[in-house]
């Protein structure tokens, strides 16, 4: 595994294993699988209703929990202080774990303000290991900059070969925000996992189009988080490491960015911000 160094100075690995619309009463196993393929970062979120099944495994995986990156991200109901501490202690209490890794605010929505001076208040009582953003593009993730005692160290959005969110990376370069990316392979729409380029490049290494796809972003600095509930796909994707893409293979990639979102994903957020594409 190859790692992350956010901007103060926490290791987060390079791949982990996202949870979203995986029920609640499949997500230990499925958590449990991951770690004995190689995983050790899991990323849920309250609005996932399964933080309580990677608390589980984690627990009953008999990893040191100081090997295991374990994220989960604020619902967006909140406008007050008092409205994120009730949300995190809930997030708390169902992944019944003493702190988490990384917290982020899951959308731009509610007041983020608030919420953000909330999660620097706690950051700084050990409740969490960092905390960042999600889904935030330039003049909300501005917003918070402005005012934020504590820097984002991570800012997880839609990401992959055919969004490949170069803008946003030039605007967090001076701030050393991480970028995560979730659906690093867009949800395996407009037949990415087909794709001509990706195929030709993966024949060379003996790997998949899909590896090849992740690859590119971790090679672009970009940390990824592909869900899958399969074992033979979770090997998959973190059997990454034993190959490097040339700088031609990646320039090959990058003429597949379209610079738009493909996922649409959730219809009901992004009218809150028609910054997304």
């Not at 007041?111 to 208040?121: H, R, S």
């Not at 700084?124 to 402005?146: C, E, H, V, W």
């Not at 040339?246 to 910054?275: F, M, R």
Request: proline share 5%; with cysteine.
């Amino acid at each position: 595994m190859e790692y992350k160094i956010l901007n103060n100075g926490i290791k987060m690995p390079m791949v982990g294993l996202g949870v979203y619309n995986i029920p609640e009463r499949d997500t230990q196993r499925v958590v449990e699988d991951a770690f004995s393929v190689g995983f050790r970062s899991i990323d849920t979120a309250a609005m996932y209703y399964n933080e309580k099944g990677v608390g589980d495994a984690v627990k009953a995986c008999g990893i040191p929990r100081e090997q295991l990156f374990i994220t989960t991200k604020i619902c967006n109901s909140c406008y007050t202080r008092e409205d994120t501490l009730r949300t995190i202690d809930s997030s708390m209490q169902q992944i019944g774990l003493d702190y988490v890794d990384l917290m982020l605010i899951h959308w731009p929505v509610g007041n983020p303000k608030v919420i953000w001076k909330t999660l620097e208040e706690l950051y700084g009582k050990g409740m969490f290991r960092a905390i960042g953003l999600s889904n935030f593009y330039p003049n909300t993730f501005q917003n918070i900059i402005d005012e934020a005692i504590v820097t984002p160290a991570v800012n997880q959005c839609e990401t992959h070969i055919l969004y490949q969110q170069r803008k946003m990376i030039e605007y967090m370069i001076p701030y050393n925000v991480a970028l995560e990316a979730w659906s690093p392979l867009a949800e395996g729409r407009s037949n990415i996992l087909k794709n001509e380029t990706l195929d030709r490049i993966g024949k060379k290494y003996g790997k998949t189009a899909a590896q090849v796809a992740l690859k590119f972003l971790i090679q672009n600095d970009i940390v990824i988080i592909p869900k899958t509930i399969h074992i033979e796909r979770m090997k998959e994707n973190i059997e990454l490491f034993d190959f490097k893409l040339s700088k031609y293979d990646l320039h090959d990639i990058q003429l597949l960015d379209t610079g738009k979102n493909v996922t649409g994903w959730p219809s009901d957020a992004l009218k809150y911000y028609p910054e997304v594409p």
